[in-house]
């Protein structure tokens, strides 16, 4: 009941329309909805939504007050982020740099309130060619460069954290990076803008951005988890340009790394539970999609924001050795459950893991 109660205030919220009040009464739990909400990172969201109930609905004083207050902290993250970006990218094209703003703040202004959606990092992709020279700039800038991914550097600067990246992304399965170099990569920079806070950033052009923000979500259910904030991302993009999309690419995009059956469980979760309507999809369902929604659905309601809460989190052991090898099987046990979403990423996966944890060794052995 906790999580048709919170559906219905994100539904709320998404649609600008009233909760449904036979929901909500006398016995509704508010204290497991707020922290239901918070788990899944859509407390804002779902703030907005509770609004939409009568006064004689709404949770008492004290939690409202909780409430109102971890959403002002929520807009006063979001506002500092959004001058940070505006910053970090006119320094970066200053320096002839071509920069795009990958899912984040750039998403969250299809959402009716961008301030309620719950901010995270800045994501920027740079390219191969410029990636050393943008890290540099950050470090001139004032930044420190903490670590450096597979695709990534992952450093802080005035408050924010910031990820350059030379890679758009990195799948398990060579063949979708063959795609990718041969068919996405093509497509950038291209010329959409967003506004964030009166500024026009550069993003991903808007199939690619459907595609991208897809795929995150995809490969972070594959590796953990992920939370109702990534599912109301692809909802709020796909509805915000209804009419703009060019359907046929962006399920060429996914047909081409093996994800379209993974975007169709999304797709069934957020037509069914988030109410978007079914022809915004870039894509139709059918009886098989919906079921492997609901499989979907309930290990994301277990494992809230990239699974963070879930059991393949919490109990992982504290020692280096015992807690690599557990993600390894727990990984791997994950890939074969998930199998049927994404099948040529769910057999490479694991053969990743174990590239990288060697790789890794090497470079401690040989620094």
């Not at 909780?66 to 002002?72: E, G």
């Not at 209804?242 to 790394?257: E, P, S, T, Y």
């Not at 924001?305 to 015992?322: A, D, E, L, T």
Request: charged fraction near 20%; hydrophobic fraction near 40%.
């Amino acid at each position: 009941m906790i999580a048709k109660q919170l559906f219905n205030l994100v539904k709320a919220a998404l649609w600008k329309t009233a909760a449904d009040g036979s929901l909500f009464g006398e016995q509704t739990d508010w204290q497991a909805i707020y922290k239901l909400a918070r788990k899944q990172t859509v407390m804002g969201i779902a703030y907005d939504g509770m609004l939409t109930l009568p006064a004689e609905l709404q949770p008492q004083r004290v939690l409202k007050l909780q409430w109102s207050n971890a959403l002002m902290q929520c807009e006063d993250n979001n506002y500092l982020l959004n001058q940070r970006i505006e910053t970090l990218f006119r320094h970066y094209q200053a320096a002839g740099l071509k920069p795009l703003l990958l899912k984040g703040q750039g998403v969250a202004q299809s959402y009716p309130h961008p301030e309620h959606r719950q901010p995270g990092d800045i994501d920027v992709y740079i390219g191969e060619e410029d990636y050393e020279r943008a890290n540099r700039l950050l470090a001139e800038l004032g930044g420190e460069i903490e670590s450096e991914s597979v695709k990534h550097s992952h450093g802080h600067w005035q408050g924010v954290t910031v990820e350059n990246h030379y890679l758009l992304t990195q799948f398990a399965s060579p063949s979708a990076n063959r795609f990718l170099r041969k068919e996405v990569l093509p497509m950038l920079p291209g010329n959409r803008m967003v506004t964030i806070e009166g500024n026009a950033i550069p993003v991903l052009p808007l199939e690619l951005d459907l595609f991208f923000v897809l795929i995150h979500l995809a490969l972070h259910f594959l590796s953990g988890g992920i939370g109702l904030r990534q599912l109301c991302d692809w909802t709020c993009l796909l509805h915000a340009h209804a009419g703009q999309i060019d359907k046929a690419d962006v399920v060429r995009l996914l047909q081409g790394v093996g994800l379209l059956q993974a975007a169709k469980a999304v797709g069934a979760i957020v037509v069914n539970h988030l109410g978007l309507p079914q022809d915004e999809l870039p894509f139709m369902l059918d009886e098989v999609d919906k079921q492997r929604g609901e499989w979907l659905l309930t290990d994301i309601l277990q494992g809230g924001n990239f699974g963070f809460h879930g059991s393949f989190r919490r109990n992982r052991p504290n020692g280096r050795i015992s807690g690599r090898w557990y993600t390894f099987t727990q990984t791997v046990k994950r890939c074969r459950e998930y199998y049927t979403l994404a099948p040529t990423e769910a057999c490479w996966h694991p053969l990743k893991l174990i590239k990288t944890f060697v790789m890794i060794r090497l470079n401690r052995w040989f620094a």
